[in-house]
């Protein structure tokens, strides 16, 4: 409904592509952040899509590690939403600083999990770093969108995370670690599947080939590779603050 919004509304789909639109019924912005497979638990040494034994909520609670796996299985590793956990525990935790380096204990090996059968894999350095190259790609994308549109985070009405993956995730620790912008908490809204959705509207909405040609008329592709300061932007929002 963006073409419908009177104030300005950020849109997020996290995922190897992350689409991000910025816009209101006036106005459209879009851009996608090539931002890896890592929230989809590629390129991640004990990462797995989100299928029956991915542990997808974890917590270090007095010096354990807690967990919940999909389906309740037995763990065979980390989804998207338990990578962004982990992280955002370790981070609390002291394990991992704010440039995301692992304390010299779990250095050479990673941090370990311990599956319920006494299987262990382990979360590693280049693990962390795979998150942290995604998540920079998102961050330096919203920040050009919103300079590129002329507003401030303040101007938000409203953040729609779209996706599966946005969907389960655990919004105050995508904050912890910096995924998602502090200056929006309290108004980032979970959609699910906007792209269904959006079809299931424009096969029953008369109104809807009207509407969709205004956002086709309104929306400007902003290509991120070709802004100056995206190079500049991106190892800054690496850091995890």
Request: with cysteine; glycine share 12%; net charge negative.
């Amino acid at each position: 409904n963006f073409d419908k919004a009177d104030k300005p509304c950020l849109f997020i789909d996290l995922g190897t592509n992350g689409e991000l639109a910025l816009g209101n019924k006036e106005r459209l912005l879009v851009s996608s952040a090539a931002a890896g497979p890592a929230f989809e638990g590629g390129n991640i040494s004990c990462g797995l899509p989100s299928v029956a034994g991915a542990i997808c909520n974890i917590e270090i609670a007095d010096g354990k590690t807690l967990y919940r796996t999909i389906g309740d299985k037995e763990a065979a590793g980390l989804c998207g939403t338990g990578i962004v956990e982990l992280v955002s525990e370790l981070l609390d935790a002291g394990i991992i600083d704010e440039t995301g380096l692992l304390d010299e204990n779990y250095f050479l090996e990673g941090f370990p999990i311990k599956g319920q059968a006494g299987n262990v894999f382990y979360f590693t350095q280049r693990d962390i770093r795979q998150l942290q190259m995604a998540k920079a790609a998102i961050r330096a994308g919203i920040d050009i969108l919103l300079r590129e549109y002329g507003i401030e985070y303040a101007d938000i009405d409203k953040v729609y995370l779209a996706g599966g993956f946005g969907f389960m995730l655990n919004l105050q620790k995508a904050v912890n670690i910096g995924l998602l912008p502090k200056e929006l908490s309290g108004r980032i809204y979970p959609v699910g599947n906007s792209a269904l959705s959006g079809a299931i509207s424009y096969l029953r909405d008369k109104d809807a080939p009207l509407r969709m040609e205004k956002i086709l008329k309104s929306a400007v592709e902003l290509a991120l590779a070709e802004q100056e300061d995206f190079n500049s932007l991106y190892p800054e929002y690496m850091y995890f603050r």
